[in-house]
């Protein structure tokens, strides 16, 4: 493998998370402000989450973006069930983490195999 060929898949999973934690961010906030009544400035935030989300995609390392947001999609599932849990309180049920399982083994494959 060529030499940095790990440190960057490293450096896209990282940015991969992030990228996953800034766009739940930015598009809880339109949920909060419909769904949940919350005022319209909780719209700035999210807005602003939402630009550094698409910032941190287009730093991983990929040839094409298709490829990078199919590995994306993966990570983005089990950074969501983590949301679920952590910032509103509802354990992922069993289904969940079975779907998460299997979406995260197709992003991992997407992202390490030998192109």
């Avoid at 490293?10 to 419909?34: D, N, P, R, T």
């Avoid at 989300?53 to 490829?67: E, K, M, V």
Wanted: proline share 5%; glycine share 10%.
């Amino acid at each position: 493998m060529p030499n940095g060929y790990w440190a960057s898949r490293v450096k896209s999973v990282l940015y991969f998370v992030l990228a996953a934690f800034l766009e739940i961010a930015g598009c809880f906030s339109f949920w909060a402000w419909l769904r949940q009544g919350r005022p319209m400035w909780v719209l700035l935030p999210g807005i602003i989450s939402l630009v550094l989300f698409s910032f941190c995609l287009t730093q991983i390392d990929s040839d094409y973006a298709g490829r990078a947001y199919a590995a994306y999609g993966g990570i983005y599932i089990v950074s969501s069930l983590v949301w679920l849990r952590v910032i509103e309180g509802s354990p992922p049920d069993r289904w969940d983490i079975i779907g998460a399982s299997i979406s995260i083994v197709g992003a991992l494959i997407i992202l390490l195999g030998p192109r």
